[in-house]
């Protein structure tokens, strides 16, 4: 699921989120118990863009991770972008 919005002319704020789930399968005891097959992934994504000229975008966009091991780490990390079409 994703949705932008836009601030002013150029000017965006946009949201995006993710899950990646998993099966179960035979855990490989030999007792037929099924367990999962990896961890679940949940994930946030927030920034804002401007568009610097119709080809160019800058954008500063934060991402965080949620993965459902026994711990449940949170994973957050940011980036500055600079993307081209042509």
Known sequence: ?????GL???????????????GKIDDGSGS?????WDYGVH??????GYYLTDQVIGKIVQQVH???????????FGTVQLSTSF
């Open 1 to 5: 699921m994703e949705g932008q919005y």
């Open 8 to 22: 002013r002319p150029g000017l965006f704020a946009a949201f995006r989120y993710d899950t990646l789930g998993f």
């Open 32 to 36: 037929g118990e099924r367990g999962p």
């Open 43 to 48: 994930s946030w994504e927030m920034g804002l």
């Open 66 to 76: 949620k993965i459902h091991e026994p711990k449940g780490s949170w994973k957050p």
